[in-house]
């Protein structure tokens, strides 16, 4: 089995566990592919977390690029242990803002011997996080004229950006914009805008479909996807959704399913793991939602030639199934 996307407690403020821990884990449930991809630095103080925050901003980001130059030796050592899972060290990228999209850039390039890809992540919408906690995610809609469709738009388009500019070969959490969403918020179904409770056009968020109600979301999130198939991008199916008591991983059945449409879509797995706990967290759920919703016939994975390069490999849904890895994740879980 495979995850794309990882972090641990010893270089992310919110992480739990360190990585040895996890490394430790990860072989435990004998993963074929593991990616340790560390968020990267961000350069702007204004995007520190609460928890990152100790009164001294330029000390506060020189310790997040000296955490991630002590994670790429960390991984490095792990990588070079000679385990049996493979692990491909990598980055997460923060496309905060355009500044930090080609940092992100920068950073791949000065880094290239070791870091052999990125996962492409936004995370903020105008600058604000996305994800942190509602309070955010409601500051995030007020951002954008309190539309839901207009916060969609901005993500995409954020996301579009990012795309254009790193190819990042793999996607992260294409639709965050749901976490924080609440299905019972009321918006005008023709603006998006958040409305009272009983408005002539009002409709509750969890009785729409995201991709299908405003034709603008669908056509950006259409054409992101034709992008990233088209240079050969992997979409993460990211069970952190599920962790997180969403209803599906990241993308959700309806932005997946268009994914599926678009030729040259190649789905992988990620566990966006940040503690022991959350090494393969809710994949048995992820495959049943792979087998039964989504009826996908294969799932790709990342590997790497002897001689460092990194190359796209698939297996078909039955491989997948009879994988040995479900034993050891029933008998652990
Ligand atoms: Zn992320
Ligand atoms: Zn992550």
Redesign the pocket.
């Known amino acids: 089995m495979h995850s794309h996307?990882?972090?641990s407690g010893d270089y992310v403020a919110h992480g739990v566990d360190g990585l040895e821990a996890i490394v430790t884990r990860v072989s435990e449930l004998g993963f074929d592919v593991y990616c340790m991809?560390e968020?990267m630095p961000r350069i702007d103080q204004k995007y520190l977390y609460p928890e990152e925050i100790t009164g001294d901003s330029s000390a506060d980001l020189k310790l997040l690029q000296q955490k991630f130059i002590e994670y790429l030796a960390h991984a490095t050592k792990v990588k070079n242990r000679g385990l049996r899972t493979e692990f491909i060290i990598g980055m997460?990228v923060e496309g905060c803002d355009l500044k930090h999209i080609d940092y992100a850039q920068s950073l791949m390039q000065r880094h290239s011997d070791v870091m052999k890809f990125c996962?492409g992540?936004v995370h903020h919408v105008n600058q604000i996080p996305l994800d942190f906690d509602q309070q955010c995610w409601y500051q995030c809609l007020k951002s954008c004229g309190n539309s839901v469709r207009q916060l969609m738009v901005t993500y995409l388009e954020l996301q579009f950006e990012l795309l254009t500019r790193l190819k990042p070969q793999v996607v992260?959490?294409f639709d965050l914009f749901r976490l924080y969403c609440p299905n019972e918020l009321v918006v005008d179904s023709r603006s998006g805008e958040r409305v009272p409770d009983g408005s002539e056009f009002g409709v509750r968020v969890g009785e729409l479909s995201l991709v299908e109600q405003w034709p603008e979301v669908k056509s950006l999130a259409l054409r992101n996807l034709e992008f990233v198939a088209c240079y050969g991008g992997l979409l993460e199916l990211n069970s952190?959704g599920l962790r997180k008591k969403l209803q599906d991983p990241y993308p959700g059945r309806d932005f997946a399913q268009l994914a599926k449409q678009v030729p040259g879509t190649r789905f992988v797995l990620s566990d966006?793991a940040?503690a022991v706990s959350q090494v393969g967290v809710c994949y048995d759920q992820v495959l049943e939602y792979i087998d039964k919703v989504l009826k996908l016939d294969n799932l790709y994975f990342l590997c790497e030639t002897q001689s460092g390069k990194l190359c796209v490999n698939s297996m078909d849904l039955e491989q997948v199934k009879s994988h040995p890895f479900w034993q050891r994740f029933q008998d652990q879980n």
Request: net charge negative; aromatic share 0%; hydrophobic share 10%.
């Open positions: 996307h990882s972090h991809t968020h997460e996962v992540s992260g959490h952190s966006d940040h």
